[in-house]
């Protein structure tokens, strides 16, 4: 095992693209993505997020990475490294996926779930009404699937940063990828004719996801969009959670790292855009408009299902090709969560990988079992500031994405922009003799846009 006196590097650049493009290709940006983009007037939707991908997004990913590789330290230490009065900043940022891998291990033992039932050939239950409902209440079940998830996620981390992490995301995003574009390919050739003799077709709902709609358009319904587009940017980069900065720590000296953030962003729009090709014209085919209105867990445990069903035969083998690339997106994506923690820990208390995992595998499992236990024994329901009504999940999942991710987002601005200076990143991107590029914009955005922005954010979050 790795000793925490000696810090692993990626081995090359694609590696840590790879590893990067893995984090951020999670559930959020397969269950949430299409959804937005069907509420939020379809291309409209897409302007804005990637308009807001390479400006937003760009400066607080090349931040973390920077951040990361300046320090070689994890979020927990990095943030006191660059200032001694910051340290606050980093216990925030490690918090965060400490309370986000527990509830993701859950999920993701419900995708294995679902695997397992399509690959058994029992997918009609799936599609059934309060399948879904009594298989989360259950008191054994969703706790098994949730230990292996967990437990696969653990292996990959204790196997370290080469062995492990860099070697998943080599095997497994090409296939994910692979599998995404079999599926939207899939997605756009279907047509059904419903009950009442009304045929749809994949292509009209890729039109219903592509074609803005700028019907009703106000300047409170465009600012939705923009709120919309920039929560989503936080699930897709997965910044403000440590993550970006851990993996910038394993970065070489002499990596190119405006090459790389580049690539990062590329792949994950692309990803995110055919997410909405997989999923929204073939909801739109076989349930109408009012089937794309569901998100979440509700979406892919529920609806598509429902959908899959209505495929027929060939529905079954899609559900099976979904569902194995949604679990390899989980996977990747909670190993990134997982890593974070662990390299905190080592960090700041120069502990071995070993027991640094050890130690985070231990919280999980006690914080895991408490979600679990939200939905049969611990159920219980609360008001959130934002008027919605809450459990165990959907606390923590609110707490972290909605509250301590954004605080963690305009701290690191205002510690970058205004504290240490934009030219601390700057230096960082262009130690390797590359020009950083969209240079004056990252600072015009890292200064005032981006907090702004994110303060707008923070408050449409925790008000009603």
Not at 160 to 174: A, D, F, H, R, T
Not at 233 to 241: E, R
Not at 245 to 269: C, M, P, R, W
Not at 403 to 411: E, R
């Amino acid at each position: 095992m790795e000793k925490s006196t000696k810090r692993n590097s990626f081995k090359g650049s694609i590696g840590f693209v790879l590893a990067a493009a893995g984090s951020a290709v999670g559930l959020g940006n397969i269950w949430r993505f299409p959804y937005l983009a069907a509420k939020d007037g379809g291309g409209m939707f897409l302007a804005v997020y990637i308009i807001l991908a390479l400006t937003f997004g760009f400066t607080l990913l090349i931040t973390e990475v920077a951040i990361g590789r300046k320090t070689k330290q994890s979020p927990l230490t990095a943030y006191g490294k660059l200032h001694s009065k910051w340290k606050g900043l980093g216990i925030i940022a490690c918090i965060v996926p400490v309370i986000i891998l527990p509830y993701y291990c859950v999920i993701g033992g419900w995708v294995i779930k679902y695997l397992l039932v399509y690959l058994t050939g029992n997918g009609v239950n799936a599609a059934k009404d309060g399948y879904f409902t009594g298989f989360i209440s259950g008191q054994a079940e969703p706790i098994i699937m949730m230990l292996i998830f967990l437990f696969a996620v653990v292996f990959v981390v204790f196997r370290g940063v080469n062995k492990g992490i860099e070697s998943l995301s080599k095997i497994l995003m090409p296939i994910l990828l692979l599998f995404v574009v079999i599926i939207a390919v899939f997605s756009l050739t279907i047509s059904h004719t419903d009950d009442n003799g009304v045929t749809r077709t994949g292509m009209e709902g890729f039109g219903i996801y592509v074609i803005p709609d700028f019907n009703g358009m106000t300047y409170q319904s465009f600012m939705n969009v923009l709120v919309d587009a920039m929560g989503q940017l936080f699930y897709s980069l997965s910044v403000a959670m440590g993550i970006m900065i851990t993996y910038g720590s394993y970065v070489h000296d002499d990596a190119n790292l405006k090459s790389s953030i580049n690539q990062i962003e590329i792949f994950d729009t692309v990803v995110a855009f055919l997410a909405g090709v997989m999923i929204i014209p073939a909801v739109y085919t076989f349930a109408g408009t009012e089937g794309m209105e569901a998100s979440g867990p509700g979406l892919m445990f529920v609806t598509l299902p429902r959908v899959f069903e209505a495929m027929g035969g060939i529905g079954h083998i899609v559900a099976c090709l979904f569902f194995i690339m949604v679990l390899f997106a989980a996977l990747t994506s909670a190993v990134s969560i997982m890593e974070a923690v662990v390299s905190s820990f080592m960090d700041k208390f120069n502990i071995t990988r070993t027991k640094a995992t050890t130690v985070e595998t231990v919280i999980a499992i006690i914080v895991g079992l408490l979600v679990c236990l939200g939905y049969n024994a611990l159920y219980f329901e609360m008001p959130l500031p934002n008027g919605s009504t809450a459990q165990i999940l959907d606390i923590m999942d609110y707490t972290s994405n909605n509250i301590l991710m954004p605080i963690v987002a305009i701290g690191t601005c205002i510690l970058i922009g205004w504290i240490v200076k934009p030219k601390l990143v700057i230096d960082e991107v262009e130690k390797t003799g590359v020009k950083m590029g969209r240079k004056k914009l990252f600072v015009v955005m890292i200064k005032f846009v981006a907090p702004i922005l994110l303060a707008i954010l923070f408050l449409k979050s925790i008000l009603p």
